[in-house]
């Protein structure tokens, strides 16, 4: 798989994303994320610059597969 992985997800309420944004625990749980992902707003993709955007849903188990990684 290439390309860019959207992670689609809905919170609960307002001040659950308060609470995550000043628990301890989160943080240090996104900042690990951070050293593998990067975090940008939907808009700046250029796939949904576009009338239309086709987006290929994927699941975990495509993710882990590297076969189609170089190398392996």
Not at 37 to 46: D, I, K, M, Q
Request: charged share 20%; net charge negative; hydrophobic share 40%.
């Amino acid at each position: 798989m290439q390309g860019t992985v959207i992670e689609v997800f809905q919170w609960l309420s307002a001040a659950s994303i308060e609470k995550a944004h000043s628990n301890p625990a989160v943080q240090a749980l996104w900042a690990e994320f951070g050293t593998v992902c990067n975090y940008v707003p939907l808009a700046t993709l250029t796939e949904s610059q576009r009338m239309f955007p086709e987006f290929e849903s994927v699941s975990l188990c495509d993710l882990n597969n590297d076969s189609d990684r170089p190398g392996k």
